[in-house]
């Protein structure tokens, strides 16, 4: 790899190889130490092509969620079963990976600046602007920048745009896969929100067991299936369908509404 190599984006692979080693290898503790995390279904990373693959996730936290699944895709692309021991696997990562996050999460500070340079794709939010609803039409430059990761990589993207559970799914998400027709990859992450504040940059709590759950790509119908029959199929393979409420003891939803009402509260008055 020459020194001056650019990806797409114009950021100097180099550097971003050492943000990586050095993010990640900061960062590991925090997945294998003070929390656990438990993977399933790793092996499915090794098979999948090098680019065009997009993985769908639902969404805990800001950024421990993206930096967990740097830290899982490496170690599996690096011969490790459902494990991330030995940080050695970051010498080497891969280094077309992307993530969509919102623009203005990425500009609130030196490390999301650092975290936006190591692979984010970034975005306007059509829905919400500085903590205020709006309604915006989606930018062509987005939807494109995304297609150009796409083109070169992989990208990780969450579709309910929010931290907050059972929410709905954006449809720009259907209308990247019917544009650009990747291999989407369904992702179930779980006990982030427990370990990590709403940032996911300070742990907030030990032992906690946190899981992630790689899924078998999704059999699209690109040409045939409408958006809304997209979306649903989202919904059910990221377990953010509104029928997976109905399995979810109500002592756990309450538990969960409550710590929502308390992160509201105290970024109300911070």
Avoid: C
Avoid at 13 to 27: N, Y
Avoid at 144 to 169: C, H, M
Avoid at 212 to 239: F, G, H, T, W
Avoid at 243 to 269: C, G
């Amino acid at each position: 790899m020459g020194l001056f190599k650019k990806n797409p984006f114009g950021h100097y692979l180099f550097l971003k190889k050492w943000l990586i080693r050095i993010m990640g290898t900061a960062t590991h503790k925090r997945y294998r130490g003070f929390n656990e995390l438990k993977i399933e279904g790793s092996q499915i990373i090794r098979d999948l092509p090098d680019k065009n693959v997009l993985f769908i996730s639902n969404h805990q936290t800001y950024f421990a969620d993206v930096v967990a699944m740097y830290h899982v895709f490496n170690a599996s692309l690096s011969g490790r079963d459902d494990n991330i021991k030995n940080v050695a696997y970051l010498w080497n990562p891969k280094l077309n990976i992307y993530y969509v996050a919102a623009k203005e999460t990425m500009k609130g500070g030196f490390l999301p600046k650092i975290l936006a340079y190591a692979g984010s794709v970034s975005i306007d939010r059509t829905w919400r602007a500085d903590g205020k609803s709006v309604n915006r039409k989606v930018k062509f430059s987005d939807i494109s920048n995304i297609g150009k990761a796409l083109d070169d990589g992989w990208v990780i993207t969450f579709p309910q745009g929010t931290t907050r559970p059972w929410k709905p799914i954006r449809k720009g998400t259907a209308h990247i896969i019917k544009k650009y027709e990747p291999i989407v990859v369904p992702v179930v992450i779980d006990g982030f929100r427990r370990s990590f504040d709403r940032k996911g940059i300070r742990i907030k709590k030990r032992n906690i067991l946190q899981s992630m759950i790689i899924k078998d790509p999704l059999d699209i119908d690109y040409k045939n299936e409408s958006i809304d029959q997209i979306v649903e199929r989202i919904e059910y393979a990221i377990e953010q369908h509104p029928s997976f409420i109905k399995v979810i003891p109500e002592k756990e939803l309450k538990a969960e509404e409550e710590l929502n009402e308390q992160r509201r509260y105290s970024a109300k008055n911070h």
